[in-house]
T-cell receptor
């Protein structure tokens, strides 16, 4: 059974801090790892990491895939209150294309 | 932009009722998915569909069924609602096959079973 574990489950920081969110996985036939941000509505896509693209960056957010350690980190620098959200990690693996296994999510709260 | 629309944001039903949750996407995507989201458990896959008339069980299909009669619409059915089905339900879609494309989500339906 595929398994994805995120840590920490919740995190409280102040504006300007840098945070690192972790995602580890145990799956068969890994294909990609995805990060999503969920505020009050639909999860929105942040990054997809694959064997051919192990590092992605967009503004203050960046993510790295470590295939040896079977894990990924999501970094957010100079956090803002608008970064408060649930961050979801998901892995696509196995023979069912498009099917994702999600971690529990990390609840990030950024105080002014 | 991909638009995935779920018919209701909030829904309250009674135990034993048959409940229909509707999802429509406007990007001609082959694949569609239904998840439920519970605190501390993340998103868990209930059912998915690779194309019209096709359906596959996810990780927690018990108590649910689905219907995909048209490509753009994927319905989740609670045959006889129970209180443990109170949850947030999320629908998603993506292009089919080997495309390296992410799933796009609707805003969710918060369902309460009394």
């Amino acid at each position: 059974e595929d398994k994805v574990v995120q840590s920490p489950l919740s995190l409280v920081v102040h504006e300007g801090d840098t945070v690192t969110l972790n995602c580890s996985y145990e799956v068969t036939n890994f294909r990609s790892l995805l990060w999503y941000k969920q505020e009050k509505k639909a999860p929105t896509f942040l990054f997809m990491l694959t064997s051919s693209g192990i590092e992605k960056k967009s503004g203050r957010l960046s993510s790295i895939l470590d295939k040896k350690e079977l894990s990924s980190i999501l970094n957010i620098t100079a956090t803002q209150t608008g970064d408060s959200a649930i961050y979801l990690c998901a892995v696509e693996a196995g023979t069912s294309y498009g099917k994702l296994t999600f971690g529990q999510g990390t609840i990030l709260t950024v105080h002014p | 932009d991909v638009k995935v629309t779920q018919s209701s944001r909030y829904l309250v039903k009674r135990t034993g009722e048959k409940v229909f949750l509707e999802c429509v996407q406007d990007m001609d995507h082959e694949n569609m998915f239904w998840y439920r989201q519970d605190p501390g458990l993340g998103l868990r896959l209930i059912y998915f569909s690779y194309d019209v008339k096709m359906k596959e069980k996810g990780d927690i299909p018990e108590g649910y069924s689905v219907s995909r009669e048209k490509k753009e619409r994927f319905s989740l059915i609670l045959e006889s609602a129970s209180t443990n089905q109170t949850s947030m339900y999320l629908c998603a879609s993506r292009p089919g096959g080997f495309s390296n494309q992410p799933q796009h989500f609707g805003d969710g339906t918060r369902l309460s079973i009394l």
